[in-house]
């Protein structure tokens, strides 16, 4: 058998101490969620927006199941990322089997959470960092910004990030 394609002979026999797992999965999901930033916004352009994306952005309540509510296309785009950066990260730096298999978990289950519909803990521990449900509203809402999957480091980086107060200030304007 194999761990995401990891032959079985090549798993280690001793699992990875608390601090490289915690080190090897923040590499794996930081290396996941640039390239998911990169593939959400360029899912938020013309024919890639109209013919696939929309899809997802067709409900603007964020409630769990319409984390999974999208395009095949959009879908298996994103899967391919989910799954083949932590497996390229084991062949490049070597990151621990267990992170490459338990790094899509943590993710899927984050997804899921983001779309409940109430501002989760991880938003307000991490100051903002974390990605929840609250602010990934306003994603919905005003589609050009928030477009990490699971932190906002990248859209605090590329100038993409916009506040709940914002959004709310912003709506009312109108």
């Known amino acids: 058998?194999?761990?995401?394609?990891?032959?079985?002979?090549?798993?280690?026999?001793?699992?990875?101490?608390?601090?490289?797992f915690a080190w090897e999965t923040f590499i794996v999901i930081a290396f996941v969620d640039f390239a998911l930033y990169?593939?959400?916004?360029?899912?938020?352009?013309?024919f890639l927006y109209n013919q696939y994306h929309s899809v997802h952005h067709g409900y603007h309540d964020t409630v769990a199941l319409h984390s999974m509510c999208a395009h095949m296309v959009e879908i298996y785009s994103a899967l391919s990322i989910l799954f083949l950066v932590p497996r390229v990260l084991y062949k490049v730096i070597g990151v621990h089997p267990f992170v490459v298999y338990f790094?899509?978990?943590?993710?899927?289950a984050h997804s899921a959470l983001e779309h409940?519909?109430?501002?989760?803990?991880?938003?307000?521990v991490s100051g903002g960092i974390?990605?929840?449900?609250?602010?990934?509203?306003?994603?919905?809402?005003?589609s050009q910004y928030n477009f990490g999957f699971y932190t906002y480091l990248w859209d605090y980086l590329f100038g993409t990030m916009m506040s709940y107060d914002d959004m709310?200030?912003?709506i009312d304007a109108r």
Do not use: N
């Open 1 to 20: 058998y194999s761990i995401q394609g990891i032959p079985r002979e090549s798993l280690p026999l001793e699992a990875p101490t608390f601090l490289t």
């Open 38 to 46: 990169w593939m959400h916004r360029s899912f938020h352009q013309g």
């Open 103 to 108: 790094a899509p978990f943590i993710l899927t």
């Open 116 to 124: 409940c519909g109430y501002d989760d803990y991880l938003e307000s």
């Open 130 to 142: 974390v990605s929840g449900s609250k602010m990934h509203m306003v994603h919905h809402q005003l």
């Open 168 to 170: 709310v200030k912003k």
